[in-house]
């Protein structure tokens, strides 16, 4: 039986509809309808969710019964022994599967540390207020000065990300950063009703997209309604909050403080099941302290 096979015989098992596997999983319906239709397996790097979802396990998912029967119940965190059990009772195709998704996962988790952005001359660091919730400190103040922000230079610099990609530490969620997001990011009609202060941290929050993402919470659905994103959001939006701290300078030049900004990710659900970095909404400062400075 295939993994797509397998997914629909639990719903079934569990009486619950796609409607909720969706809800659970965070993965579209339209994308959970076609794996029947289309007779294609999910994402690998979406297996792990599914899974908890459905209250079953990875063994259970990738490899046929008589391969699992006579191994030991495990919890979905897999100790090496139990994998290497497992592996060394399955026949040849399930041994490929099995490695081929820890393949997958292996590139997933390096995916952050192996992008070309990761690697710039960044001043960038995620650190955690005094609740415990993360924050990306930006120190690297590119786009400053006391006149209006030129977003032609924020475009320009956001292109230098376009091809990479990360992923969100909370979901599993691999974002890409396609073509789209420098004119969007920089000329989008949120962008051009900004003003003063809200402006240069946009502009600024530029420098922190990696880490932004990384730390990313809160993810929610929305579909798509609008024509012009039939094709680049065909399956809809996803929203996650984020948040970014930018310092503040005395006439000294020495840091006084830091500002904390709230921010939310818009991200696009293509027809390809890739995500990709939309836009960034919604940006407001933080009232509170939560530095605790």
């Not at 719903?11 to 659970?24: F, W, Y």
Request: glycine letters at 6%; one cysteine or more; charged letters at 30%.
């Amino acid at each position: 039986m295939k993994i797509y096979e397998k997914i629909f015989a639990r719903l079934n098992e569990l009486h619950m509809s796609q409607t909720e596997l969706s809800k659970r999983t965070g993965i579209a319906t339209s994308t959970i309808s076609d794996w029947r239709k289309k007779q294609i397996n999910p994402q690998a790097d979406k297996l792990s969710v599914i899974c908890k979802a459905l209250d079953m396990s990875l063994a259970d998912l990738l490899c046929d019964k008589e391969n699992t029967e006579q191994t030991t119940p495990t919890d979905y965190l897999i100790g090496d022994n139990y994998i290497m059990e497992l592996f060394r009772e399955s026949d040849a195709d399930n041994k490929r599967r099995i490695l081929r998704y820890f393949e997958l996962l292996e590139i997933c988790n390096e995916i952050n540390d192996s992008c070309p952005a990761k690697k710039r001359q960044r001043n960038v660091s995620i650190i955690q207020d005094i609740d415990g919730n993360n924050i990306v400190v930006i120190n690297d103040i590119r786009f400053k000065g006391k006149r209006s922000v030129n977003w032609k230079d924020v475009k320009e610099y956001i292109k230098e990300y376009v091809g990479d990609f990360y992923k969100i530490a909370s979901t599993g969620d691999v974002i890409y950063i396609g073509s789209d997001l420098p004119s969007e990011y920089s000329g989008s009609k949120y962008t051009n009703s900004l003003k003063g202060a809200t402006s240069k941290a946009k502009a600024n929050a530029a420098s922190g997209l990696p880490e932004m993402i990384e730390i990313a919470v809160g993810k929610h659905f929305r579909i798509n309604q609008e024509m012009k994103h039939k094709r680049d959001a065909k399956n809809g939006w996803y929203r996650y909050d984020s948040r970014f701290a930018l310092p503040v300078y005395g006439n000294d030049g020495e840091i006084e403080r830091y500002n904390v900004f709230h921010a939310s990710m818009l991200i696009r659900h293509s027809n390809d099941e890739k995500l990709y970095l939309y836009d960034i909404i919604d940006i407001k400062k933080e009232t509170s302290n939560p530095l605790g400075e």
